[in-house]
């Protein structure tokens, strides 16, 4: 493991220095003493070095509703990003504390939408277009987004279950208003029939809405937001594939651009990537586009398939590997002094109207 001891913030430089070994033994022997008192939660796509500490892997959601099953737990430290953080802080009772290991681990979709923004886009949006709006955000969003959703009679939505919260907004408002990755709301609104050309993006930066049609064809207005990972995904690395390999099945997630998902021939959340590679036949060829820790797990824990990624220079996320084992042992140890460090604590009225949000969506799906 390299560490730059020059970039860590507000760790002791004590916990950079130590080896592998002394840091895998340290965490250890503090999740020992601590027991059901500590829950550790990892995302799917952080490192190895920190899923093997795991109590449960999963998606964002998935581990923040765990989180909240965990009755005996007073400690949540979640592996993943600031995000996640936040709703799995939001749905555990009061007494329960949320760590993030590193406060750097953010989100860059995430962070393509503040509140200030968004209020102001439904308003000109509102105006403008002068038809019922119902906002739905990606739950790869900040709490701040969450409760604006909530606020307006939104929901928030999962790669998993877009499809469902997509058609249901369709149906309750004239107009969806899909926050912050507009991949994942384009490519989930035209597989429920909504066209390219009633589909307009919203650029936040410039308080612009692009669009070169008429305003009265909208459908679904699309925040200028999408994952840096996911994009880095084109449809020349899968045509590649197609003249060297036309084995090989192209499997990507629906945060890709839509004409990376158009092209490949399977595309679906991360469970549904997981799924589709625990129920392949042995022999088979797979090129995932998908973040590349996740890749390379698959990779060694399927060795009877060959899977690659479908860019072969990609580089795991940058935030989400922020969470490492000096970051890691730091943080327990400081929980088991009694003196947790980067305590993730939202306020009552973003919680009221965020965990709104997603009582809305776990009611439809």
């Known amino acids: 493991m390299n560490v730059d001891l020059f970039t860590h913030q507000g760790i002791p430089r004590t916990y950079l220095e130590k080896t592998d070994e002394e840091l895998v033994s340290l965490i250890e022997s503090v999740k020992s003493r601590m027991g059901t008192r500590l829950f550790l939660p990892a995302h799917h796509y952080q490192k190895d070095e920190v899923v093997q500490f795991a109590d449960a892997t999963g998606d964002s959601l998935q581990l923040a509703q765990l989180a909240k099953k965990m009755t005996e737990a007073e400690y949540t430290v979640f592996c993943g990003v600031h995000f996640m953080a936040e709703t799995a ?9 949320v760590v993030l290991p590193d406060m750097r681990a953010g989100c860059s979709m995430a962070d393509m939408a503040n509140g200030f923004q968004t209020e102001r886009a439904y308003e000109i949006l509102s105006d403008r277009l002068g038809q019922s709006i119902l906002p739905l955000t990606y739950v790869n969003s900040t709490a701040e987004i969450k409760a604006f959703v909530g606020r307006h009679g939104g929901a928030t939505v999962t790669s998993s279950n877009a499809v469902q919260m997509v058609e249901w907004a369709l149906a309750e408002r004239d107009i969806l208003f899909f926050l912050p990755d507009q991949h994942l709301g384009r490519n989930t609104a035209h597989a429920l029939g909504v066209p390219l050309e009633q589909m307009a993006v919203w650029d936040p930066i410039a308080d612009e809405l692009l669009f070169d049609g008429v305003d009265a064809d909208i459908r679904v207005v ?9 994009e880095k995904f084109t449809v020349g690395q899968i045509d590649q594939f197609r003249r060297t390999e036309p084995d090989r099945t192209i499997l990507v997630h629906p945060e890709c651009s839509f004409e990376v998902v158009d092209a490949s021939d399977l595309n679906g959340s991360t ?21 590349m820790n996740l890749v390379q797990r698959l990779a060694h824990d399927y060795p009877e398939l060959d899977i690659v990624s479908l860019n072969p220079f990609m580089c795991p996320c940058l935030t989400m590997n922020r969470i490492d084992l000096p970051h890691l042992a730091w943080s327990l140890e400081q929980i088991e002094a009694g003196h947790p460090v980067n305590v993730i604590t939202v306020d009552a009225d973003t919680t009221r109207y965020a965990v709104l949000a997603l009582e809305r969506m776990l009611e439809r799906s």
């Open 89 to 97: 802080d939001m749905l555990t009772e009061a007494s329960h504390t």
């Open 271 to 291: 469970a549904y990537i997981i799924d589709q590679i625990k129920r392949a036949q042995p022999g088979t060829k797979w090129a995932i586009g998908t973040e």
């Open 222 to 230: 699309l925040w200028k937001g999408h994952c840096s990972v996911h």
